[in-house]
Protein backbone atom coordinates (compact mmCIF):
# COMPACT_ATOMS: atom_id res chain seq x y z
CA UNK A 1 0.00 0.00 0.00
CA UNK A 2 1.29 3.60 -1.02
CA UNK A 3 4.24 3.09 -3.89
CA UNK A 4 7.50 4.95 -2.85
CA UNK A 5 10.55 5.68 -5.17
CA UNK A 6 14.05 7.53 -5.04
CA UNK A 7 16.52 7.90 -7.37
CA UNK A 8 19.71 10.37 -7.62
CA UNK A 9 21.84 9.43 -10.44
CA UNK A 10 23.00 10.72 -13.93
CA UNK A 11 19.47 10.18 -15.49
CA UNK A 12 17.15 12.85 -15.59
CA UNK A 13 15.24 12.48 -11.82
CA UNK A 14 11.53 13.23 -13.12
CA UNK A 15 11.66 10.55 -15.43
CA UNK A 16 12.88 7.87 -13.45
CA UNK A 17 10.25 9.01 -10.44
CA UNK A 18 7.80 8.78 -12.59
CA UNK A 19 8.75 5.78 -14.48
CA UNK A 20 8.77 4.08 -11.29
CA UNK A 21 5.45 5.55 -9.94
CA UNK A 22 4.18 3.50 -12.90
CA UNK A 23 4.99 0.53 -11.89
CA UNK A 24 4.24 0.48 -8.19
CA UNK A 25 0.60 2.20 -8.91
CA UNK A 26 -1.26 -0.78 -8.21
CA UNK A 27 -0.02 -0.04 -4.85
CA UNK A 28 -2.27 2.75 -4.02
CA UNK A 29 -4.26 5.40 -6.85
CA UNK A 30 -5.51 8.27 -5.07
CA UNK A 31 -2.83 10.58 -6.25
CA UNK A 32 0.19 11.08 -6.45
CA UNK A 33 3.43 12.97 -6.12
CA UNK A 34 7.31 14.10 -6.58
CA UNK A 35 9.71 15.75 -4.92
CA UNK A 36 13.14 16.65 -6.87
CA UNK A 37 16.12 18.44 -5.44
CA UNK A 38 17.18 20.79 -9.28
CA UNK A 39 20.98 21.04 -10.14
CA UNK A 40 20.36 24.73 -9.47
CA UNK A 41 20.22 24.28 -5.46
CA UNK A 42 16.25 24.70 -5.48
CA UNK A 43 13.64 22.11 -5.15
CA UNK A 44 10.82 21.06 -7.58
CA UNK A 45 7.25 20.01 -5.59
CA UNK A 46 4.01 18.72 -7.74
CA UNK A 47 1.30 16.58 -6.38
CA UNK A 48 -2.34 15.95 -7.59
CA UNK A 49 -5.27 13.62 -6.63
CA UNK A 50 -5.96 10.48 -9.13
CA UNK A 51 -3.38 8.49 -10.94
CA UNK A 52 0.22 8.84 -12.12
CA UNK A 53 -0.66 10.01 -15.22
CA UNK A 54 -2.59 13.20 -12.98
CA UNK A 55 1.08 13.75 -11.84
CA UNK A 56 2.51 13.59 -15.06
CA UNK A 57 0.51 15.97 -16.49
CA UNK A 58 1.70 18.85 -14.36
CA UNK A 59 5.36 18.07 -14.42
CA UNK A 60 6.51 19.58 -17.19
CA UNK A 61 9.74 17.46 -18.78
CA UNK A 62 12.77 18.46 -18.70
CA UNK A 63 13.41 19.45 -15.07
CA UNK A 64 17.20 20.01 -14.31
CA UNK A 65 17.20 17.22 -11.49
CA UNK A 66 19.17 14.27 -10.93
CA UNK A 67 17.50 13.24 -7.49
CA UNK A 68 14.08 12.83 -6.22
CA UNK A 69 11.56 10.73 -4.83
CA UNK A 70 7.64 10.11 -5.68
CA UNK A 71 4.89 8.68 -3.82
CA UNK A 72 1.45 7.12 -4.96
CA UNK A 73 -1.26 6.75 -2.30
CA UNK A 74 -3.55 4.72 -0.77
CA UNK A 75 -5.28 7.22 1.54
CA UNK A 76 -4.96 6.49 5.44
CA UNK A 77 -5.00 9.55 7.19
CA UNK A 78 -6.73 12.65 5.66
CA UNK A 79 -8.93 12.88 2.67
CA UNK A 80 -7.98 12.04 -0.91
CA UNK A 81 -7.11 15.97 -1.23
CA UNK A 82 -4.28 17.35 -3.32
CA UNK A 83 -2.74 18.77 0.08
CA UNK A 84 -2.45 15.25 1.43
CA UNK A 85 -0.86 14.20 -1.38
CA UNK A 86 3.27 13.21 -0.44
CA UNK A 87 5.57 14.45 -0.56
CA UNK A 88 5.34 16.59 2.62
CA UNK A 89 7.80 19.77 2.78
CA UNK A 90 8.45 20.96 6.10
CA UNK A 91 11.30 23.80 6.38
CA UNK A 92 14.37 22.04 4.98
CA UNK A 93 12.88 18.38 5.29
CA UNK A 94 10.65 16.89 2.19
CA UNK A 95 9.49 13.27 3.07
CA UNK A 96 6.71 10.77 1.74
CA UNK A 97 5.56 7.66 3.48
CA UNK A 98 4.47 4.37 3.33
CA UNK A 99 2.45 3.22 6.83
CA UNK A 100 0.81 4.98 9.59
CA UNK A 101 2.66 7.15 12.43
CA UNK A 102 0.15 6.21 15.51
CA UNK A 103 1.45 8.64 17.79
CA UNK A 104 1.47 11.16 15.28
CA UNK A 105 -1.41 13.24 17.49
CA UNK A 106 1.05 13.05 20.56
CA UNK A 107 3.62 14.28 18.78
CA UNK A 108 1.79 17.18 17.33
CA UNK A 109 0.80 18.55 21.14
CA UNK A 110 3.98 17.43 22.69
CA UNK A 111 6.24 19.48 20.15
CA UNK A 112 3.53 22.36 19.30
CA UNK A 113 3.35 21.54 15.79
CA UNK A 114 -0.53 22.06 15.91
CA UNK A 115 -2.21 24.47 13.61
CA UNK A 116 1.05 24.58 11.63
CA UNK A 117 0.15 21.46 9.19
CA UNK A 118 -1.04 21.93 5.65
CA UNK A 119 -2.19 18.40 5.66
CA UNK A 120 -4.84 16.27 7.77
CA UNK A 121 -1.74 13.22 7.11
CA UNK A 122 -0.36 11.18 9.96
CA UNK A 123 2.72 11.62 7.97
CA UNK A 124 3.36 15.75 8.23
CA UNK A 125 4.17 15.26 11.43
CA UNK A 126 6.96 13.25 11.09
CA UNK A 127 8.77 16.26 8.85
CA UNK A 128 7.80 18.38 11.06
CA UNK A 129 9.56 15.87 13.78
CA UNK A 130 12.60 15.73 11.44
CA UNK A 131 13.06 19.40 10.29
CA UNK A 132 13.17 20.06 14.03
CA UNK A 133 15.44 17.95 15.21
CA UNK A 134 17.60 19.02 11.96
CA UNK A 135 17.70 22.67 13.32
CA UNK A 136 18.68 21.88 16.60
CA UNK A 137 21.69 19.07 15.47
CA UNK A 138 22.65 20.26 11.43
CA UNK A 139 23.04 16.50 11.07
CA UNK A 140 20.66 14.46 8.93
CA UNK A 141 21.31 11.55 10.72
CA UNK A 142 21.02 12.52 13.97
CA UNK A 143 17.98 14.57 13.19
CA UNK A 144 16.30 11.16 11.35
CA UNK A 145 17.65 9.27 14.75
CA UNK A 146 15.91 11.44 17.37
CA UNK A 147 12.89 11.46 15.27
CA UNK A 148 12.97 8.20 14.93
CA UNK A 149 13.07 7.12 18.99
CA UNK A 150 9.34 9.23 19.17
CA UNK A 151 7.72 8.12 16.33
CA UNK A 152 5.48 4.51 16.91
CA UNK A 153 3.85 2.86 13.97
CA UNK A 154 4.66 1.28 11.00
CA UNK A 155 6.93 3.13 8.14
CA UNK A 156 8.64 3.34 4.97
CA UNK A 157 9.93 6.91 4.59
CA UNK A 158 12.12 8.83 2.10
CA UNK A 159 13.18 11.49 2.97
CA UNK A 160 15.52 14.62 1.12
CA UNK A 161 16.91 17.81 3.06
CA UNK A 162 16.96 21.16 0.81
CA UNK A 163 19.85 22.42 1.24
CA UNK A 164 21.87 18.57 0.88
CA UNK A 165 21.69 18.03 -3.10
CA UNK A 166 21.89 14.58 -4.50
CA UNK A 167 21.32 12.47 -1.21
CA UNK A 168 18.24 10.78 -0.15
CA UNK A 169 17.40 9.29 3.66
CA UNK A 170 15.47 6.48 4.32
CA UNK A 171 14.46 4.39 6.85
CA UNK A 172 11.74 2.02 7.55
CA UNK A 173 9.94 -0.09 10.31
CA UNK A 174 7.70 -2.81 8.79
CA UNK A 175 6.49 -0.97 5.64
CA UNK A 176 9.00 -2.48 2.87
CA UNK A 177 11.41 -0.98 0.95
CA UNK A 178 14.43 -2.49 -1.64
CA UNK A 179 17.55 -0.63 -2.58
CA UNK A 180 20.08 -1.00 -5.00
CA UNK A 181 22.29 0.98 -6.82
CA UNK A 182 23.81 0.05 -10.37
CA UNK A 183 26.08 2.19 -13.31
CA UNK A 184 22.87 4.26 -14.02
CA UNK A 185 22.49 5.41 -10.41
CA UNK A 186 21.14 4.90 -6.69
CA UNK A 187 17.35 3.66 -6.09
CA UNK A 188 14.91 2.54 -3.23
CA UNK A 189 11.44 1.48 -3.89
CA UNK A 190 8.64 -0.19 -2.17
CA UNK A 191 9.37 -2.80 -4.41
CA UNK A 192 11.88 -4.38 -7.15
CA UNK A 193 9.35 -3.82 -9.88
CA UNK A 194 10.66 -0.35 -10.31
CA UNK A 195 13.91 -1.51 -10.34
CA UNK A 196 13.94 -3.78 -12.86
CA UNK A 197 14.94 -0.99 -15.75
CA UNK A 198 17.31 -0.66 -14.44
CA UNK A 199 19.33 -3.48 -12.41
CA UNK A 200 18.60 -7.22 -10.68
CA UNK A 201 20.80 -7.02 -7.98
CA UNK A 202 19.28 -5.29 -5.28
CA UNK A 203 19.10 -5.65 -1.35
CA UNK A 204 15.83 -5.51 1.04
CA UNK A 205 16.27 -3.12 3.34
CA UNK A 206 16.54 -3.96 6.91
CA UNK A 207 14.35 -2.41 9.41
CA UNK A 208 15.14 0.23 11.77
CA UNK A 209 18.26 1.41 9.92
CA UNK A 210 19.29 4.65 8.37
CA UNK A 211 20.08 4.88 4.70
CA UNK A 212 22.42 7.70 2.88
CA UNK A 213 21.53 7.17 -0.68
CA UNK A 214 24.38 8.85 -2.79
CA UNK A 215 25.12 8.66 -6.57
CA UNK A 216 27.40 5.71 -6.22
CA UNK A 217 26.56 3.90 -3.12
CA UNK A 218 24.22 3.53 -0.23
CA UNK A 219 25.35 3.62 3.12
CA UNK A 220 23.07 1.01 5.90
CA UNK A 221 23.66 2.16 9.12
CA UNK A 222 22.18 0.81 12.59
CA UNK A 223 20.92 3.24 15.20
CA UNK A 224 24.32 3.42 16.97
CA UNK A 225 25.88 4.33 13.42
CA UNK A 226 27.49 0.96 12.57
CA UNK A 227 28.00 0.23 8.89
CA UNK A 228 26.28 -3.04 7.38
CA UNK A 229 26.35 -4.62 3.96
CA UNK A 230 23.15 -5.94 3.79
CA UNK A 231 22.78 -9.42 1.62
CA UNK A 232 21.79 -8.62 -2.17
CA UNK A 233 19.39 -10.30 -4.07
CA UNK A 234 18.49 -11.21 -7.36
CA UNK A 235 15.40 -10.59 -9.58
CA UNK A 236 14.85 -13.84 -11.79
CA UNK A 237 12.26 -12.85 -14.08
CA UNK A 238 12.59 -9.67 -16.76
CA UNK A 239 10.91 -6.48 -17.50
CA UNK A 240 8.74 -8.16 -20.02
CA UNK A 241 7.04 -10.13 -16.78
CA UNK A 242 5.94 -6.54 -15.36
CA UNK A 243 4.51 -5.97 -18.69
CA UNK A 244 0.86 -6.21 -20.22
CA UNK A 245 2.22 -7.86 -22.98
CA UNK A 246 0.00 -7.29 -25.24
CA UNK A 247 -3.27 -8.22 -23.00
CA UNK A 248 -5.71 -4.92 -22.48
CA UNK A 249 -5.28 -5.91 -18.63
CA UNK A 250 -2.61 -7.11 -16.49
CA UNK A 251 -5.18 -9.39 -14.85
CA UNK A 252 -6.05 -11.19 -17.69
CA UNK A 253 -2.79 -11.77 -19.04
CA UNK A 254 -2.22 -12.96 -15.50
CA UNK A 255 -5.00 -15.47 -15.88
CA UNK A 256 -3.67 -16.87 -18.96
CA UNK A 257 -0.27 -17.25 -17.40
CA UNK A 258 -1.39 -19.88 -15.29
CA UNK A 259 -0.99 -22.87 -16.72
CA UNK A 260 3.23 -21.81 -17.43
CA UNK A 261 3.46 -20.47 -13.76
CA UNK A 262 1.87 -23.45 -11.85
CA UNK A 263 4.32 -26.08 -13.92
CA UNK A 264 7.57 -23.89 -12.38
CA UNK A 265 5.89 -24.18 -9.05
CA UNK A 266 4.74 -27.31 -9.27
CA UNK A 267 8.02 -29.55 -11.48
CA UNK A 268 10.97 -28.52 -9.82
CA UNK A 269 9.68 -29.97 -6.94
CA UNK A 270 9.32 -33.30 -8.25
CA UNK A 271 11.65 -36.17 -8.32
CA UNK A 272 10.70 -39.63 -9.67
CA UNK A 273 7.15 -38.84 -9.36
CA UNK A 274 6.99 -37.60 -5.88
CA UNK A 275 7.10 -34.32 -4.14
CA UNK A 276 10.65 -33.37 -2.46
CA UNK A 277 11.53 -30.44 -0.80
CA UNK A 278 15.79 -31.19 -0.03
CA UNK A 279 16.81 -27.71 -2.63
CA UNK A 280 14.73 -25.61 -0.19
CA UNK A 281 16.01 -27.11 3.03
CA UNK A 282 12.75 -27.90 4.40
CA UNK A 283 12.98 -30.94 7.30
CA UNK A 284 10.59 -33.62 7.27
CA UNK A 285 10.49 -33.37 10.94
CA UNK A 286 8.11 -30.72 10.76
CA UNK A 287 5.52 -32.64 8.96
CA UNK A 288 6.15 -35.65 10.67
CA UNK A 289 6.11 -34.43 14.35
CA UNK A 290 3.53 -31.67 13.87
CA UNK A 291 0.04 -32.27 15.60
CA UNK A 292 -1.99 -29.94 14.31
CA UNK A 293 -1.85 -26.96 11.43
CA UNK A 294 -2.75 -23.44 11.62
CA UNK A 295 -3.01 -21.58 8.02
CA UNK A 296 -2.51 -17.95 8.82
CA UNK A 297 -3.06 -15.20 6.02
CA UNK A 298 -5.58 -12.62 4.89
CA UNK A 299 -8.07 -12.52 1.31
CA UNK A 300 -7.58 -14.38 -1.31
CA UNK A 301 -4.56 -16.06 0.14
CA UNK A 302 -6.35 -17.34 3.29
CA UNK A 303 -9.34 -18.52 0.65
CA UNK A 304 -6.10 -21.15 -0.89
CA UNK A 305 -5.40 -21.91 2.59
CA UNK A 306 -9.12 -23.05 3.16
CA UNK A 307 -8.55 -25.34 -0.26
CA UNK A 308 -5.16 -26.29 1.87
CA UNK A 309 -7.34 -27.25 5.10
CA UNK A 310 -9.83 -29.50 2.83
CA UNK A 311 -7.33 -31.39 1.48
CA UNK A 312 -4.62 -31.83 4.19
CA UNK A 313 -7.51 -33.11 6.53
CA UNK A 314 -9.15 -35.11 3.89
CA UNK A 315 -5.89 -37.22 3.29
CA UNK A 316 -4.00 -36.76 6.65
CA UNK A 317 -6.72 -36.74 9.28
CA UNK A 318 -4.87 -33.83 10.75
CA UNK A 319 -6.50 -30.91 12.70
CA UNK A 320 -5.86 -27.87 10.33
CA UNK A 321 -7.25 -24.71 11.53
CA UNK A 322 -7.49 -21.67 8.83
CA UNK A 323 -7.60 -17.85 10.38
CA UNK A 324 -7.42 -14.64 9.38
CA UNK A 325 -4.07 -12.88 9.95
CA UNK A 326 -5.98 -9.62 11.53
CA UNK A 327 -8.08 -11.70 13.59
CA UNK A 328 -5.56 -14.23 14.68
CA UNK A 329 -2.61 -11.39 15.54
CA UNK A 330 -5.17 -10.26 18.55
CA UNK A 331 -6.19 -13.62 20.01
CA UNK A 332 -4.78 -15.84 22.22
CA UNK A 333 -3.81 -18.30 20.23
CA UNK A 334 -3.84 -22.14 21.34
CA UNK A 335 -0.82 -22.98 19.02
CA UNK A 336 2.73 -24.36 20.46
CA UNK A 337 5.63 -26.46 19.42
CA UNK A 338 3.72 -29.35 17.88
CA UNK A 339 1.68 -27.00 15.94
CA UNK A 340 3.02 -26.48 12.03
CA UNK A 341 2.07 -22.77 11.19
CA UNK A 342 2.07 -22.29 7.30
CA UNK A 343 1.73 -18.60 6.57
CA UNK A 344 0.65 -17.58 2.90
CA UNK A 345 1.53 -14.07 1.39
CA UNK A 346 1.80 -13.24 -2.02
CA UNK A 347 3.26 -10.09 -1.09
CA UNK A 348 5.43 -11.30 1.75
CA UNK A 349 4.55 -7.93 3.17
CA UNK A 350 1.53 -7.79 4.48
CA UNK A 351 1.58 -6.13 7.68
CA UNK A 352 -1.53 -8.68 9.38
CA UNK A 353 -0.31 -11.93 8.18
CA UNK A 354 3.61 -10.48 9.34
CA UNK A 355 2.28 -9.95 13.04
CA UNK A 356 0.98 -13.09 12.87
CA UNK A 357 3.73 -15.07 11.66
CA UNK A 358 5.70 -13.15 14.63
CA UNK A 359 2.91 -14.02 17.22
CA UNK A 360 3.06 -17.50 16.19
CA UNK A 361 6.87 -18.09 16.24
CA UNK A 362 6.49 -16.09 20.20
CA UNK A 363 4.29 -19.26 20.76
CA UNK A 364 6.50 -21.65 19.67
CA UNK A 365 5.18 -23.43 16.72
CA UNK A 366 7.45 -23.50 13.38
CA UNK A 367 6.66 -21.36 10.63
CA UNK A 368 6.54 -22.53 6.81
CA UNK A 369 5.64 -19.76 4.48
CA UNK A 370 4.40 -19.76 1.16
CA UNK A 371 5.14 -16.38 -0.34
CA UNK A 372 6.23 -14.93 -3.73
CA UNK A 373 8.15 -12.21 -3.26
CA UNK A 374 11.74 -13.60 -3.03
CA UNK A 375 13.17 -11.85 0.16
CA UNK A 376 9.98 -10.32 1.30
CA UNK A 377 10.00 -9.80 5.29
CA UNK A 378 7.89 -12.54 5.65
CA UNK A 379 9.85 -14.89 4.03
CA UNK A 380 12.65 -13.67 5.97
CA UNK A 381 11.36 -14.22 9.05
CA UNK A 382 10.29 -17.96 8.39
CA UNK A 383 11.57 -20.86 9.81
CA UNK A 384 11.41 -22.00 6.03
CA UNK A 385 9.75 -20.88 2.60
CA UNK A 386 8.20 -22.30 -0.22
CA UNK A 387 8.65 -20.21 -2.83
CA UNK A 388 5.90 -19.93 -5.03
CA UNK A 389 6.35 -19.07 -8.95
CA UNK A 390 3.95 -17.00 -10.14
CA UNK A 391 6.37 -14.35 -11.22
CA UNK A 392 5.15 -10.68 -10.64
CA UNK A 393 1.74 -9.97 -9.78
CA UNK A 394 0.33 -6.81 -10.93
CA UNK A 395 -3.17 -6.39 -10.94
CA UNK A 396 -4.76 -5.78 -7.91
CA UNK A 397 -7.05 -8.90 -7.83
CA UNK A 398 -5.20 -12.15 -7.29
CA UNK A 399 -5.32 -14.53 -9.84
CA UNK A 400 -2.17 -16.35 -10.38
CA UNK A 401 -0.65 -16.24 -7.16
CA UNK A 402 -4.19 -17.96 -5.74
CA UNK A 403 -3.32 -20.99 -8.16
CA UNK A 404 0.09 -21.35 -7.09
CA UNK A 405 -0.58 -21.36 -3.56
CA UNK A 406 -3.34 -23.72 -4.04
CA UNK A 407 -0.46 -25.90 -5.93
CA UNK A 408 1.71 -25.75 -3.00
CA UNK A 409 -0.72 -26.79 -0.58
CA UNK A 410 -1.01 -29.86 -2.36
CA UNK A 411 2.58 -30.20 -3.07
CA UNK A 412 2.84 -30.12 1.18
CA UNK A 413 -0.36 -32.58 1.94
CA UNK A 414 1.76 -34.96 -0.65
CA UNK A 415 4.86 -34.87 1.15
CA UNK A 416 3.15 -35.21 4.57
CA UNK A 417 1.43 -38.10 2.79
CA UNK A 418 5.11 -39.39 2.14
CA UNK A 419 6.36 -38.87 5.30
CA UNK A 420 3.51 -40.18 7.12
CA UNK A 421 3.86 -43.73 5.98
CA UNK A 422 1.14 -43.41 2.75
CA UNK A 423 2.17 -46.01 0.26
CA UNK A 424 4.64 -44.05 -2.78
CA UNK A 425 1.83 -45.18 -5.03
CA UNK A 426 -0.42 -43.81 -3.40
CA UNK A 427 1.54 -40.10 -3.65
CA UNK A 428 2.38 -41.19 -7.11
CA UNK A 429 -1.17 -40.82 -8.19
CA UNK A 430 -1.99 -37.98 -6.20
CA UNK A 431 0.81 -36.10 -7.81
CA UNK A 432 -0.08 -37.02 -11.66
CA UNK A 433 -3.08 -35.95 -10.72
CA UNK A 434 -1.86 -32.60 -9.77
CA UNK A 435 0.63 -32.48 -12.48
CA UNK A 436 -2.07 -32.61 -14.91
CA UNK A 437 -4.32 -30.17 -13.34
CA UNK A 438 -1.89 -27.90 -15.83
CA UNK A 439 -3.63 -29.17 -18.60
CA UNK A 440 -7.03 -28.84 -16.82
CA UNK A 441 -5.92 -25.34 -16.54
CA UNK A 442 -5.61 -24.90 -20.16
CA UNK A 443 -8.81 -26.62 -20.77
CA UNK A 444 -10.75 -24.18 -18.80
CA UNK A 445 -8.97 -20.65 -20.13
CA UNK A 446 -10.65 -22.59 -23.74
CA UNK A 447 -14.08 -21.55 -22.35
CA UNK A 448 -13.01 -17.63 -22.35
CA UNK A 449 -16.01 -16.78 -24.58
CA UNK A 450 -18.44 -18.75 -23.43
CA UNK A 451 -17.71 -16.49 -19.38
CA UNK A 452 -17.75 -13.55 -21.35
CA UNK A 453 -21.80 -13.82 -22.81
CA UNK A 454 -22.63 -15.17 -19.05
CA UNK A 455 -20.80 -11.80 -17.90
CA UNK A 456 -22.86 -9.85 -20.04
CA UNK A 457 -25.85 -11.41 -18.50
CA UNK A 458 -25.14 -11.17 -15.31
CA UNK A 459 -23.13 -7.76 -15.31
CA UNK A 460 -26.13 -5.30 -14.31
CA UNK A 461 -26.59 -7.88 -10.92
CA UNK A 462 -26.99 -6.31 -7.73
CA UNK A 463 -26.38 -9.35 -5.85
CA UNK A 464 -24.76 -13.03 -6.92
CA UNK A 465 -23.81 -16.11 -4.91
CA UNK A 466 -22.03 -18.80 -5.03
CA UNK A 467 -23.27 -22.43 -3.61
CA UNK A 468 -21.24 -25.62 -3.07
CA UNK A 469 -20.79 -28.37 -0.28
CA UNK A 470 -17.44 -29.28 0.57
CA UNK A 471 -14.24 -28.59 -1.43
CA UNK A 472 -16.73 -26.80 -3.69
CA UNK A 473 -17.19 -24.78 -0.62
CA UNK A 474 -14.25 -24.07 0.34
CA UNK A 475 -13.51 -22.92 -3.82
CA UNK A 476 -16.69 -20.74 -4.00
CA UNK A 477 -15.23 -18.37 -1.07
CA UNK A 478 -12.66 -16.73 -3.86
CA UNK A 479 -15.21 -17.27 -6.21
CA UNK A 480 -17.18 -14.59 -5.29
CA UNK A 481 -14.86 -12.33 -3.60
CA UNK A 482 -13.14 -12.14 -7.10
CA UNK A 483 -16.63 -10.95 -8.42
CA UNK A 484 -16.57 -8.40 -5.56
CA UNK A 485 -13.53 -7.16 -5.87
CA UNK A 486 -13.39 -5.70 -9.58
CA UNK A 487 -17.15 -5.84 -10.46
CA UNK A 488 -18.91 -4.13 -7.39
CA UNK A 489 -21.82 -6.91 -7.20
CA UNK A 490 -22.60 -8.12 -3.76
CA UNK A 491 -21.45 -11.40 -3.86
CA UNK A 492 -21.03 -14.40 -1.45
CA UNK A 493 -20.48 -17.70 -1.09
CA UNK A 494 -22.60 -20.17 0.92
CA UNK A 495 -22.41 -23.97 1.79
CA UNK A 496 -25.29 -25.17 -0.61
CA UNK A 497 -26.77 -26.67 2.22
CA UNK A 498 -26.94 -23.64 4.68
CA UNK A 499 -28.94 -21.15 1.92
CA UNK A 500 -32.54 -22.52 3.29
CA UNK A 501 -31.56 -20.94 6.88
CA UNK A 502 -32.34 -17.64 5.79
CA UNK A 503 -29.92 -16.48 2.78
CA UNK A 504 -32.39 -17.97 -0.03
CA UNK A 505 -34.91 -15.15 0.92
CA UNK A 506 -32.63 -13.39 -1.22
CA UNK A 507 -33.09 -15.25 -4.15
CA UNK A 508 -35.36 -13.50 -6.39
CA UNK A 509 -35.98 -13.55 -10.02
CA UNK A 510 -32.73 -13.12 -12.21
CA UNK A 511 -30.76 -12.94 -9.22
CA UNK A 512 -27.00 -14.88 -10.88
CA UNK A 513 -26.06 -18.40 -8.75
CA UNK A 514 -22.72 -19.63 -9.27
CA UNK A 515 -23.17 -23.09 -8.37
CA UNK A 516 -20.08 -25.75 -8.05
CA UNK A 517 -20.90 -29.42 -7.50
CA UNK A 518 -17.40 -31.04 -8.73
CA UNK A 519 -17.61 -33.39 -5.23
CA UNK A 520 -19.36 -37.09 -6.12
CA UNK A 521 -20.43 -37.67 -2.41
CA UNK A 522 -22.46 -35.03 -2.41
CA UNK A 523 -23.62 -34.12 -6.12
CA UNK A 524 -27.09 -34.82 -5.33
CA UNK A 525 -27.41 -33.06 -2.48
CA UNK A 526 -26.14 -30.21 -4.16
CA UNK A 527 -28.61 -30.58 -7.40
CA UNK A 528 -31.25 -30.62 -4.81
CA UNK A 529 -30.10 -27.12 -3.23
CA UNK A 530 -29.91 -25.52 -6.68
CA UNK A 531 -33.44 -26.98 -7.67
CA UNK A 532 -34.44 -24.56 -4.92
CA UNK A 533 -32.84 -21.80 -5.79
CA UNK A 534 -34.09 -22.11 -9.41
CA UNK A 535 -37.60 -23.06 -8.26
CA UNK A 536 -37.31 -19.12 -7.12
CA UNK A 537 -36.50 -17.91 -10.26
CA UNK A 538 -32.56 -17.77 -9.78
CA UNK A 539 -30.08 -17.48 -13.07
CA UNK A 540 -27.88 -20.66 -12.78
CA UNK A 541 -24.77 -20.98 -13.94
CA UNK A 542 -23.66 -24.76 -13.37
CA UNK A 543 -19.98 -26.26 -12.62
CA UNK A 544 -20.02 -30.12 -12.90
CA UNK A 545 -17.38 -32.28 -13.89
CA UNK A 546 -17.24 -33.30 -17.40
CA UNK A 547 -19.99 -36.04 -18.34
CA UNK A 548 -22.14 -35.61 -15.16
CA UNK A 549 -25.56 -36.25 -15.45
CA UNK A 550 -27.76 -32.90 -15.09
CA UNK A 551 -31.36 -32.41 -16.67
CA UNK A 552 -31.73 -29.10 -18.07
CA UNK A 553 -34.37 -27.52 -15.85
CA UNK A 554 -31.43 -27.24 -13.35
CA UNK A 555 -29.32 -24.23 -14.53
CA UNK A 556 -29.49 -21.93 -17.31
CA UNK A 557 -26.51 -22.63 -18.22
CA UNK A 558 -24.09 -25.67 -17.40
CA UNK A 559 -20.03 -25.44 -17.88
CA UNK A 560 -18.13 -28.68 -17.79
CA UNK A 561 -14.74 -29.64 -16.21
CA UNK A 562 -12.61 -32.36 -17.97
CA UNK A 563 -11.42 -33.74 -14.47
CA UNK A 564 -11.50 -37.05 -12.96
CA UNK A 565 -10.69 -37.19 -9.69
CA UNK A 566 -12.85 -34.57 -7.01
CA UNK A 567 -9.82 -33.60 -5.20
CA UNK A 568 -8.81 -31.21 -8.36
CA UNK A 569 -11.30 -29.18 -9.58
CA UNK A 570 -10.33 -26.40 -7.88
CA UNK A 571 -7.94 -25.70 -10.61
CA UNK A 572 -9.61 -25.20 -13.38
CA UNK A 573 -12.74 -23.98 -11.56
CA UNK A 574 -10.32 -21.05 -10.39
CA UNK A 575 -10.14 -19.96 -14.11
CA UNK A 576 -13.99 -19.95 -14.67
CA UNK A 577 -14.65 -17.85 -11.87
CA UNK A 578 -11.49 -15.25 -12.62
CA UNK A 579 -13.06 -14.99 -16.26
CA UNK A 580 -16.61 -14.63 -15.21
CA UNK A 581 -15.06 -11.47 -12.64
CA UNK A 582 -12.50 -10.36 -15.24
CA UNK A 583 -15.86 -10.29 -18.28
CA UNK A 584 -18.07 -8.16 -15.76
CA UNK A 585 -16.05 -5.99 -14.67
CA UNK A 586 -14.81 -5.28 -18.16
CA UNK A 587 -19.07 -5.12 -19.59
CA UNK A 588 -19.50 -2.97 -16.90
CA UNK A 589 -16.16 -0.51 -18.41
CA UNK A 590 -14.38 -0.45 -14.70
CA UNK A 591 -10.23 -0.77 -14.17
CA UNK A 592 -10.28 -4.12 -13.15
CA UNK A 593 -6.41 -3.43 -12.50
CA UNK A 594 -6.91 -1.15 -10.09
CA UNK A 595 -10.29 -1.38 -8.96
CA UNK A 596 -11.80 1.58 -6.21
CA UNK A 597 -10.42 1.25 -2.55
CA UNK A 598 -8.24 -1.23 -2.92
CA UNK A 599 -4.72 -1.48 -3.58
CA UNK A 600 -1.92 -4.35 -3.49
CA UNK A 601 0.44 -5.19 -0.74
CA UNK A 602 -1.38 -4.25 2.52
CA UNK A 603 1.25 -2.68 4.45
CA UNK A 604 -1.62 -1.05 7.13
CA UNK A 605 -3.49 -2.68 9.71
C1 LIG B 1 -7.68 -10.26 -3.49
C2 LIG B 1 -6.34 -10.09 -2.97
C3 LIG B 1 -6.19 -9.92 -1.52
C4 LIG B 1 -4.85 -10.53 -1.05
C5 LIG B 1 -4.63 -10.19 0.42
C6 LIG B 1 -3.36 -10.82 0.96
O1 LIG B 1 -7.70 -10.48 -4.86
O2 LIG B 1 -5.38 -10.07 -3.70
O3 LIG B 1 -7.25 -10.44 -0.82
O4 LIG B 1 -4.89 -11.90 -1.23
O5 LIG B 1 -4.57 -8.82 0.58
O6 LIG B 1 -2.24 -10.37 0.26
P1 LIG B 1 -0.89 -11.16 0.29
O7 LIG B 1 -1.13 -12.47 -0.35
O8 LIG B 1 0.06 -10.30 -0.45
O9 LIG B 1 -0.52 -11.33 1.74
Same mark, same amino acid.
Given at each position: ????????????????????????????????????? !?? /?????? &? %??????S??? =?? $??P?????????H??????????????????????????????????????????????????????????I?????? !?? /?????I &? %?????????? =?? $????T????????????????????????????????????????????????????????????????????????? !?? /???????????????????????????????????????????????????????????????????????????E?????????????????????????TL????????????????????????????????????????????????????????????????????????????M??????????R???SN??????M?????????????????????????????????????E????????????A??????????????????????????????????????????????????????????V??????????????????????????????????????????????N????????
Amino acid at each position: MCGIIGYTGPLQARDVVLQGLRQLEYRGYDSAGMALL !TD /DGDFYL &R %KKVGQVSALE =AV $CEPGIPSHCGIGHTRWATHGGVTDANAHPHAVGKVILLHNGIIENYHTISRQFGFEGLATSETDTEVAAQLIDYYYGQ !TQ /DPYEAI &R %KAIHIIDGSY =AF $CILFTDIPGTIYAIRNVSPLVAATSDQGSFIASDVTALIPYTKRYFAVPEQHILTITEDAIRVETMEGEIIHPDMLEV !TW /DVEAAQKGGYPHFMLKEIHEQPEVFRKTVTPRLRDGLPNFDAEGIPDSIFEECKSIQVIACGTAMYAGMVGRAIIEMQLRIPVTVSIASEFRYDTPLIDESTLVIVVSQSGETIDTLAALRLAKECGAKVLSIVNVKGSTIARESDYVLYTHAGPEIAVASTKAYMVQLSVFYLIAARMMLVRGKNQEEVRAFISNLTAAADMIENALEQEETLRKQAEKMAFSKDAFYIGRGLDYAFSLEGALKLKEISYIHAEAYAAGELKHGTIALIEPGVPVIALATQDKIFNKTISNIREVKARGAYVILITKQGASVSDEVCDIHLEIPVEDDRFTVFPCAVLWQLLAYYTAYVKGFDMDKPRNLAKSVTVE
